[in-house]
C-alpha cells in the first residue's frame, strides 16, 4: 500500500519534523506500511515487523550500499572491509571478528572504568541547578569506553570524535554530501595501528592484527593492513556518533 494523501508527507530533511516527528510516524505506520516520496525517490518500511524481517531478508534488501539515502544516491566506492555495508557472507564473516570486543569478558574488563569515568564526569555537576546531558555525558563517555576497547590512547580520543563529526555534519535542512570516490577512508589510524603492531596489548586492534579466519574465496588469512583500517575506522565512528546520539535519546526519554 502507498499513500497518495498529499496531508501526509515525511521529507528526511524537513529539520521541523525532527522536533516531535512521532504523529507523523504513528500516520505513516497507519497508513502508509509502505510509503514513497516521489520528490526524494525513495521507499519506506514504517513497521516494526515490516522493517525486522527486511534487515533478515538480504537477498532483497541489501546492506550493500548503507541506510542512508545520501549515501544510496551517491552509489559511492566502498572500500573494502566496510562490514556495515556488507551483505552475507562477507558481512558474517567480518561481523564475527568484530564480535570479538564485545564479549561477555572484555565488557567485565572495563565496566568498573567505565563507572569511574561516569562518576569523574557527573561529579561536578552534584548540585547544580543543570547540566547538559548530551555534552557533558554523551559527548565524553562513548569516546571514552570506545577508546579502551581498540586501545586508542585518550590523547587520540578527542581529535577522532570531532573528525567523525565533521564527516557526518550536514546543515540543517539539507542533504549529507557524499564523495563518490572517497566515501570513507581510515588513514587517520594508519600511525597508531602500525605502533600497536609492534607494541601489542589487550585491545581489539592487537587481536585483529593477528587474528586469522577463512574469507569468502575459502583462503585462511589476516585482515591486510587497509581492511584493518577500515575495520578501526567504523568502529571507532559507530562508537563515537552512534552512541552519543543514543544517549541523547536516553536523556530525552528520561526527561519525558
Known amino acids: 500500500m502507498t499513500v497518495t494523501d498529499e496531508q501526509l508527507q515525511y521529507d528526511p530533511y524537513t529539520i521541523e519534523k525532527h522536533e516531535d ?34 534487515f533478515k531478508d538480504f537477498e ?32 558474517t564473516i567480518h561481523r564475527a571478528l568484530v564480535a570479538r570486543a564485545f564479549t561477555p569478558r572484555r565488557m567485565r ?36 569506553a570506545i577508546g579502551m576497547l581498540l586501545g586508542i590512547p585518550e590523547s587520540m580520543q578527542a581529535a577522532e570524535r570531532d573528525r567523525t563529526d565533521r564527516r557526518l555534519h550536514s546543515d540543517p535542512g539539507t542533504p549529507m554530501p557524499v564523495r563518490r570516490d572517497r566515501y570513507f577512508t581510515a588513514e587517520q589510524f594508519a600511525e597508531y595501528v602500525d605502533w600497536r603492531a609492534k607494541n601489542p596489548s589487550d585491545d581489539l586492534v592487537t587481536e585483529l592484527l593477528n587474528v586469522e579466519f577463512t574469507d569468502v574465496a575459502g583462503v585462511t588469512r589476516r585482515l591486510t593492513r587497509d581492511e584493518l583500517l577500515i575495520f578501526v575506522g567504523v568502529i571507532a565512528g559507530a562508537g563515537f556518533e552512534t552512541t552519543g546520539r543514543l544517549i541523547g535519546w536516553l536523556g530525552r526519554l528520561l526527561g519525558d
Open 60 to 91: 532483497r534488501f541489501s546492506s550493500a550500499h548503507g541506510n542512508i539515502l545520501e549515501v544510496i544516491k551517491a552509489d559511492p566506492e566502498i572500500p573494502d572491509g566496510m562490514f556495515i555495508n556488507e551483505d552475507p557472507p562477507e558481512h
Open 109 to 144: 574488563e572495563i565496566e568498573d572504568k567505565i563507572r569511574a569515568f561516569c562518576i569523574r564526569c557527573l561529579e561536578p555537576f552534584e548540585g547544580a541547578d543543570r547540566f547538559d546531558f548530551v555534552t557533558d555525558l554523551g559527548n565524553e563517555l562513548p569516546m571514552r
Open 21 to 54: 516527528p512521532h504523529e507523523v510516524y504513528r500516520r505513516m505506520r497507519d497508513d502508509a506500511p509502505l510509503y514513497r516520496n516521489e520528490e526524494k525517490d525513495f521507499w519506506a518500511l514504517t513497521r516494526f515487523a515490516d522493517v525486522e524481517a527486511a
